[in-house]
Protein backbone atom coordinates (compact mmCIF):
# COMPACT_ATOMS: atom_id res chain seq x y z
CA UNK A 1 0.00 0.00 0.00
CA UNK A 2 1.86 3.02 -1.17
CA UNK A 3 2.30 5.52 1.87
CA UNK A 4 0.56 9.27 1.59
CA UNK A 5 1.99 11.67 4.68
CA UNK A 6 -0.37 13.48 6.65
CA UNK A 7 -0.25 17.04 7.01
CA UNK A 8 1.11 16.41 10.84
CA UNK A 9 3.55 13.83 9.37
CA UNK A 10 4.82 16.61 6.83
CA UNK A 11 5.24 18.87 10.01
CA UNK A 12 7.07 16.50 11.86
CA UNK A 13 9.22 16.05 8.89
CA UNK A 14 9.69 19.65 9.27
CA UNK A 15 10.31 19.60 12.50
CA UNK A 16 13.17 16.97 12.80
CA UNK A 17 14.83 19.25 10.16
CA UNK A 18 15.03 21.60 12.58
CA UNK A 19 13.10 24.54 10.44
CA UNK A 20 10.93 26.50 12.60
CA UNK A 21 7.13 27.32 12.62
CA UNK A 22 8.07 30.36 10.82
CA UNK A 23 10.74 29.14 8.52
CA UNK A 24 8.06 27.10 6.74
CA UNK A 25 7.56 27.29 2.84
CA UNK A 26 6.14 25.56 0.12
CA UNK A 27 9.67 25.23 -1.28
CA UNK A 28 10.17 23.21 1.77
CA UNK A 29 7.16 21.36 1.42
CA UNK A 30 7.69 20.19 -1.78
CA UNK A 31 11.23 19.07 -0.88
CA UNK A 32 9.68 16.81 2.10
CA UNK A 33 6.69 15.53 0.29
CA UNK A 34 9.00 14.37 -2.82
CA UNK A 35 11.53 12.37 -0.40
CA UNK A 36 8.52 10.90 1.34
CA UNK A 37 7.87 9.38 -1.94
CA UNK A 38 11.45 8.83 -2.67
CA UNK A 39 11.66 6.81 0.19
CA UNK A 40 8.90 4.30 -0.95
CA UNK A 41 11.40 2.98 -3.64
CA UNK A 42 13.91 1.78 -0.74
CA UNK A 43 12.22 0.84 1.96
CA UNK A 44 11.19 -2.80 3.40
CA UNK A 45 9.42 -2.19 6.62
CA UNK A 46 9.56 -5.31 8.83
CA UNK A 47 8.55 -5.90 12.24
CA UNK A 48 8.57 -8.72 14.87
CA UNK A 49 7.31 -9.06 18.52
CA UNK A 50 5.70 -11.21 21.22
CA UNK A 51 3.87 -10.82 24.52
CA UNK A 52 5.43 -11.52 27.40
CA UNK A 53 5.13 -12.25 31.58
CA UNK A 54 6.49 -9.68 33.70
CA UNK A 55 7.52 -9.86 36.74
CA UNK A 56 7.66 -6.29 38.54
CA UNK A 57 10.37 -5.57 41.36
CA UNK A 58 10.92 -1.71 43.02
CA UNK A 59 11.87 0.29 40.05
CA UNK A 60 11.95 -2.29 37.35
CA UNK A 61 10.91 -5.47 36.09
CA UNK A 62 12.06 -8.67 34.80
CA UNK A 63 10.80 -10.60 31.55
CA UNK A 64 12.49 -13.75 30.10
CA UNK A 65 15.37 -13.78 32.62
CA UNK A 66 16.54 -9.77 31.57
CA UNK A 67 16.11 -7.10 34.58
CA UNK A 68 15.07 -3.86 33.42
CA UNK A 69 16.19 -1.47 36.04
CA UNK A 70 13.63 1.77 34.70
CA UNK A 71 10.79 3.71 36.93
CA UNK A 72 9.34 4.77 33.55
CA UNK A 73 8.51 0.86 32.48
CA UNK A 74 7.53 0.05 35.90
CA UNK A 75 4.91 2.79 35.52
CA UNK A 76 3.62 2.00 32.22
CA UNK A 77 3.27 -1.80 32.85
CA UNK A 78 2.06 -1.33 36.61
CA UNK A 79 -1.72 -1.89 35.34
CA UNK A 80 -0.98 -5.70 34.32
CA UNK A 81 1.36 -8.82 34.26
CA UNK A 82 2.50 -8.57 30.21
CA UNK A 83 3.83 -6.86 28.24
CA UNK A 84 4.62 -6.25 24.24
CA UNK A 85 8.07 -6.13 22.98
CA UNK A 86 8.77 -5.12 20.11
CA UNK A 87 11.27 -4.56 16.96
CA UNK A 88 11.05 -2.47 13.57
CA UNK A 89 13.07 -1.57 10.57
CA UNK A 90 13.35 -0.25 7.58
CA UNK A 91 15.97 -1.31 6.13
CA UNK A 92 19.84 -1.17 5.30
CA UNK A 93 18.97 -0.12 1.80
CA UNK A 94 17.14 3.06 3.31
CA UNK A 95 20.14 3.71 5.40
CA UNK A 96 22.40 3.53 2.08
CA UNK A 97 19.84 5.89 0.42
CA UNK A 98 19.58 8.82 3.01
CA UNK A 99 23.92 8.71 2.76
CA UNK A 100 24.16 8.71 -1.24
CA UNK A 101 21.36 12.02 -0.51
CA UNK A 102 23.13 13.30 1.91
CA UNK A 103 26.66 13.38 -0.48
CA UNK A 104 24.73 14.76 -3.17
CA UNK A 105 22.54 17.14 -1.96
CA UNK A 106 22.84 18.26 1.89
CA UNK A 107 19.31 19.50 1.86
CA UNK A 108 17.61 16.62 0.53
CA UNK A 109 19.47 13.61 2.81
CA UNK A 110 18.40 15.66 5.96
CA UNK A 111 14.94 15.84 4.89
CA UNK A 112 15.14 11.72 3.32
CA UNK A 113 16.89 11.25 7.08
CA UNK A 114 13.58 12.92 8.81
CA UNK A 115 11.47 11.16 6.59
CA UNK A 116 12.64 8.16 7.31
CA UNK A 117 12.43 8.93 10.94
CA UNK A 118 8.57 9.65 10.16
CA UNK A 119 7.97 7.11 8.29
CA UNK A 120 9.16 4.10 11.17
CA UNK A 121 7.21 5.68 13.39
CA UNK A 122 3.94 5.51 11.16
CA UNK A 123 5.10 1.56 10.01
CA UNK A 124 4.59 1.29 13.98
CA UNK A 125 1.37 2.93 15.06
CA UNK A 126 0.00 0.76 12.08
CA UNK A 127 1.58 -2.37 12.83
CA UNK A 128 0.48 -2.26 16.31
CA UNK A 129 -3.38 -1.28 15.85
CA UNK A 130 -3.50 -4.52 12.40
CA UNK A 131 -1.39 -6.64 14.09
CA UNK A 132 -0.86 -6.44 17.71
CA UNK A 133 -3.51 -4.81 18.87
CA UNK A 134 -6.17 -7.96 17.34
CA UNK A 135 -4.00 -10.07 19.44
CA UNK A 136 -4.98 -8.97 22.66
CA UNK A 137 -7.72 -10.57 24.84
CA UNK A 138 -11.44 -9.30 24.72
CA UNK A 139 -11.39 -6.13 27.24
CA UNK A 140 -7.75 -5.92 27.27
CA UNK A 141 -5.69 -2.66 26.07
CA UNK A 142 -2.17 -1.56 25.19
CA UNK A 143 -0.33 1.39 26.62
CA UNK A 144 1.72 3.96 24.75
CA UNK A 145 4.77 2.30 23.37
CA UNK A 146 7.83 3.55 25.33
CA UNK A 147 11.20 2.94 23.75
CA UNK A 148 14.81 2.97 25.19
CA UNK A 149 16.75 6.21 25.26
CA UNK A 150 13.38 7.88 26.71
CA UNK A 151 13.24 9.10 29.99
CA UNK A 152 15.01 7.33 32.72
CA UNK A 153 15.19 3.48 30.13
CA UNK A 154 18.35 2.96 29.00
CA UNK A 155 19.58 2.17 25.71
CA UNK A 156 21.23 -0.86 26.48
CA UNK A 157 17.96 -2.58 26.93
CA UNK A 158 17.59 -2.31 23.26
CA UNK A 159 20.46 -5.09 23.32
CA UNK A 160 18.04 -6.84 25.57
CA UNK A 161 14.60 -6.65 22.89
CA UNK A 162 16.75 -7.30 20.08
CA UNK A 163 18.00 -10.78 21.75
CA UNK A 164 14.64 -12.02 23.63
CA UNK A 165 13.03 -11.15 20.11
CA UNK A 166 15.50 -12.71 17.86
CA UNK A 167 15.02 -9.92 16.02
CA UNK A 168 18.52 -10.15 14.43
CA UNK A 169 17.96 -13.55 12.69
CA UNK A 170 14.68 -12.40 11.87
CA UNK A 171 14.84 -9.12 10.60
CA UNK A 172 18.44 -8.39 10.22
CA UNK A 173 18.39 -5.76 13.36
CA UNK A 174 21.51 -5.87 15.38
CA UNK A 175 23.43 -3.34 17.55
CA UNK A 176 26.58 -1.63 17.86
CA UNK A 177 28.86 -1.21 20.71
CA UNK A 178 27.76 2.22 21.07
CA UNK A 179 23.98 1.19 21.51
CA UNK A 180 23.12 2.36 17.71
CA UNK A 181 20.95 0.24 15.53
CA UNK A 182 21.73 -1.18 12.64
CA UNK A 183 19.90 -0.54 10.19
CA UNK A 184 19.66 3.17 11.80
CA UNK A 185 15.90 3.87 10.82
CA UNK A 186 14.99 0.97 13.55
CA UNK A 187 12.99 0.86 16.84
CA UNK A 188 12.90 -0.91 19.32
CA UNK A 189 9.92 -0.57 22.36
CA UNK A 190 7.85 -1.47 25.51
CA UNK A 191 4.50 -1.13 25.55
CA UNK A 192 1.90 -2.16 28.66
CA UNK A 193 -1.16 -4.81 28.35
CA UNK A 194 -3.65 -3.67 30.95
CA UNK A 195 -7.33 -4.76 31.27
CA UNK A 196 -10.10 -2.20 30.95
CA UNK A 197 -12.19 -1.97 33.97
CA UNK A 198 -15.56 -2.89 33.57
Not at 5 to 26: C, F, H, S, W
Not at 29 to 40: D, N, P, W
Not at 147 to 157: A, I, Q, R, T, W
Request: with cysteine; charged share 25%.
Amino acid sequence: MKFTPTDKQITDALRYMRVPPEGRNDELVRTVIEAFGRLEGYVTPRCVWGRFHVIHFDGGLELEGAYIYSNDIARLTSRGNDCILLAATLGHETDRQITIAQNRNMLDGIALDACASVRIDAYIDQFMKSEIAPSLHEGERLTHRFSPGYGDLKMEVTEDIITILNATKRIGLGVTRSMMMSPVKSVTAIAGVFRKPD
